[in-house]
């Protein structure tokens, strides 16, 4: 599944330095992915539960925690962005 570019779009990821699942998130190749489609992705990293991302979109946000595969990143993103376009329309 491949990210779709949307407009004022932005990814925060809150990593922490020796989490397993952030580096394989960081081994990826899933950041050069989604910035090549347009999307800011900025790195926090402050302790909280890793990795957990928030996905705004035209001024709303919506989080999700975990990575497992580039394949169900980008799903669960799609179902992330879906929402926040149908709640930007209401």
Same mark, same amino acid.
């Given at each position: 599944v491949?990210?779709?570019p949307v407009k004022n779009a932005v990814i925060e990821y809150f990593t922490m330095e020796r989490c397993g699942p952030c580096i394989k998130f960081k081994s990826s190749g899933v950041i050069k992915e989604l910035e090549k489609q347009g999307w800011k992705v900025v790195k926090v990293s402050d302790? @909280?539960?890793a990795p957990t991302f928030t996905v705004w979109v035209n001024g709303k946000s919506s989080s999700f925690v975990g990575f497992?595969? @580039?394949s169900s990143f980008f799903r669960t993103l799609k179902q992330k962005i879906s929402e926040l376009e149908n709640a930007n329309r209401n």
């Open positions: 491949e990210p779709e302790g @909280k539960v497992s595969s @580039k």
